[in-house]
């Protein structure tokens, strides 16, 4: 039996790990990894030390496009409750290297969702039937993610520099068409230049589609509008009040990318 770990650079998923093979030991464990090619250039770093530090066979996919690529490929430009870079460049690469190497009676897969997010849990079972998805983080001790990063740092291994600017996960370079106000307003804090390239690159998928669409939404006065990165930045420049608990959520193995979630 082989324990697969979608390992995708965050915290959560490294802790699992740790656990898995704790349980089932080095030689049963492939650690995952489908790179979206926008990663932030110290997720390299993080996982070639953790994997080196674990010890277990490590492999990396990749469906060979970055998001913006896959929202001009299918004429979409995704957003909070539809990312179809994350059905693309996630679930279909991972789906397609399991089930070419791995029947459901011959592997178990693991996810990093911890105790505290333990209702995200019900979708990923769903949508992997027939395989079997378990979840070591929702599972006793329960750990709280600084208390996982203190135990990275135990070891030697520096937390990764997105978590020290104060993003909430590790993926794709601070990016996510599924954040909010409050994730993008940190983005153009901590790494203007790469908030630059996706306000661009969103105004050129406006411009292609020929629509007014943006990735975020914004209520005012009973409306809501779409809400672009270009109108966030002009708003903060012109000191207007943002939303900053407006996060949004990564979920790429979390819900189906055609469907809203439900939790």
């Known amino acids: 039996m082989k324990?697969?770990?979608?390992?995708?650079?965050?915290?959560?998923?490294?802790a699992a790990a740790k656990r898995v093979v704790s349980l089932y030991g080095k030689e049963n464990?492939?650690?995952?990894?489908?790179?979206?090619l926008i990663e932030d250039?110290?997720?390299?770093?993080?996982?070639?030390?953790?994997?080196?530090?674990i010890g277990v066979e490590y492999m990396r996919i990749t469906d060979g496009r970055t998001p913006f690529e896959?929202?001009?490929?299918?004429r979409f430009l995704g957003n909070s409750r539809i990312a179809p870079c994350s059905h693309k460049l996630k679930q279909e690469v991972a789906e397609k290297w399991i089930k070419e190497n791995y029947s459901p009676d011959e592997c178990i897969l693991y996810l990093g969702i911890d105790w505290t997010e333990e209702h995200r849990t019900k979708a990923p079972r769903k949508n992997w039937h027939p395989y079997r998805v378990e979840f070591p983080m929702c599972e006793e001790p329960?750990?709280?993610?600084?208390?996982?990063?203190?135990?990275?740092?135990?070891?030697?291994?520096?937390?990764?520099?997105?978590?020290?600017?104060?993003?909430?996960?590790?993926?794709?370079?601070?990016?996510?068409?599924?954040?909010?106000?409050?994730?993008?307003?940190?983005l153009l804090k901590q790494l203007p230049e790469r908030f630059a390239e996706y306000e661009s690159k969103?105004?050129?998928?406006?411009?292609?589609?020929?629509?007014?669409v943006?990735?975020?939404?914004?209520?005012?006065?009973?409306?809501?509008?779409?809400?672009?990165?270009?109108?966030?930045?002009?708003?903060i420049e012109a000191k207007q009040?943002?939303?900053?608990?407006?996060?949004?959520?990564?979920?790429?193995?979390?819900?189906?990318?055609?469907?809203?979630?439900?939790?």
């Open 3 to 14: 324990h697969i770990v979608f390992y995708s650079g965050g915290i959560g998923s490294w």
């Open 29 to 36: 464990v492939i650690l995952l990894f489908t790179d979206t």
């Open 41 to 53: 250039e110290d997720l390299y770093r993080f996982i070639d030390e953790t994997v080196n530090e």
């Open 70 to 74: 896959v929202y001009k490929d299918v």
């Open 142 to 186: 329960y750990i709280t993610k600084e208390e996982m990063l203190r135990e990275l740092e135990q070891l030697g291994i520096e937390t990764p520099r997105l978590y020290k600017m104060g993003f909430a996960h590790n993926n794709c370079g601070g990016f996510c068409c599924r954040a909010g106000q409050g994730h993008f307003a940190n």
């Open 202 to 212: 969103e105004e050129e998928m406006r411009q292609f589609l020929g629509k007014d």
């Open 214 to 235: 943006a990735m975020m939404k914004k209520t005012k006065n009973k409306e809501t509008f779409p809400y672009t990165l270009r109108q966030l930045r002009e708003d």
């Open 241 to 263: 009040k943002i939303d900053m608990t407006d996060i949004g959520g990564c979920g790429c193995f979390v819900t189906d990318a055609l469907e809203k979630e439900d939790e």
